[in-house]
């Protein structure tokens, strides 16, 4: 195997590792952010629920980004800490 292609094979499981970062954090903010647009989605259907359950479902769905917001500066962070090095 060649310098180029092992060097490749090692930029890609940086870069699987780096996806991998975080990953259950991330899907409880894709999950958070998919309950708030139901709740969001039940205040406006026919059995109206109350106002304040609106706000509510705003909130939750703030939330879920702040977790998307989190795992973003938590990859950011890592890259810093480890950089690629293709030269090992």
């Given at each position: 195997m060649s310098d180029e292609a092992q060097s490749l094979d090692r930029?890609?499981?940086y870069v699987d590792e780096i996806v991998r970062l975080h990953r259950k954090?991330?899907?409880a903010g894709?999950?958070?952010c998919l309950v708030g647009v139901?709740?969001?989605v039940a205040t406006h259907y026919p059995w109206r629920m109350p106002m304040?359950?609106?706000w509510l479902a705003v909130a939750?769905?703030?939330a879920g980004w702040g977790m998307f917001v989190y795992v973003i500066f938590k990859r950011?962070?890592?890259v810093r800490a480890h950089p690629f090095d293709?030269?090992?």
């Open positions: 930029r890609a499981a954090t991330r899907t894709f999950v958070t139901l709740l969001l304040w359950t609106s939750v769905i703030a950011a962070a890592f293709a030269g090992e």
